[in-house]
């Protein structure tokens, strides 16, 4: 079984409708949780990242967590054309170590 | 704040030749850097993480002998590729830590070995 479990897509949807990207892991023991984006051919980039279960929102962009389930959301508002990339869900196995899911491709459509 | 470079973006050799990558962090020291291997349209699969000063832990399958890290510094990482293969062609991707709150990730290098 994979540490973390993602849903590759692609996601199409048109402008200002909202996005919810999804992953699920294995391991309880995680308690920081990442959500990188990522541009074609660019190294990702840090979006933002919860401690252990609840929500976090920063603008458009809200990143869940339950624990319970070993469920990670993040939600986009409104979403724009320049949204569309790859997000890479990641929660923290400790030592700094990251367990990558396989990343979801999103497409806002004009 | 926390910008991480490498260098080259971008290298192609031939076959048999040695690739060194550099990884900088820019604005901040890092306790710990990453390298990552990402083949297209998979996500990123850690090879190696390393501090400064010790030697880098590798993942497991990854040859330590083939591919050298080196953690000069608290701002610089070098990743060097030896005998490259056209297998090894891949997008290499590093990333730095400062502590909590997660990796910075660089803009990748590119290689493709002919």
């Known amino acids: 079984q994979k540490e973390v479990e993602q849903d590759p897509g692609p996601l199409s949807v048109p402008e200002g409708a909202i996005v919810s990207l999804n992953c699920t892991y294995s391991n309880s ?5 990442m959500w990188y984006r990522q541009y074609s051919r660019k190294g990702p980039e840090l979006l933002m990242y919860t401690y252990s279960s ?57 | 704040g926390a910008v991480v470079s490498q260098h080259p973006s971008r290298v192609i050799c031939k076959s048999g030749t040695s690739v060194k990558i550099e990884c900088r962090s820019l604005d901040f020291q890092a306790t710990t850097m990453f390298w990552y291997r990402q083949f297209p349209k998979q996500s990123l699969m850690l090879m ?39 297998e090894d062609s891949s997008f290499y991707i590093c990333s730095a830590s400062r502590g909590a709150g997660g990796q910075f990730f660089g803009p990748g290098t590119r290689l493709t070995v002919l």
């Open chain 2, 48 to 86: 190696a993480t390393s501090n400064e000063g010790s030697k880098a832990t590798y993942e497991q399958g990854v040859e330590k002998d083939k591919f050298l890290i080196n953690h000069a510094s608290l701002t610089l990482s070098t990743l060097t590729v030896t005998s490259a293969h056209p």
């Open chain 1, 54 to 110: 609840g929500n976090k929102e920063d603008g458009r962009f809200t990143a869940q967590v339950d624990k319970s389930s070993k469920y990670i959301s993040l939600f986009i508002r409104d979403s724009q054309p320049s949204d569309s990339a790859t997000y890479l869900c990641a929660p923290e196995g400790g030592f700094n170590k990251f367990y990558f899911g396989s990343g979801t491709k999103l497409n806002v459509k004009p």
């Open chain 1, 29 to 33: 023991a995680f308690q920081y949780f």
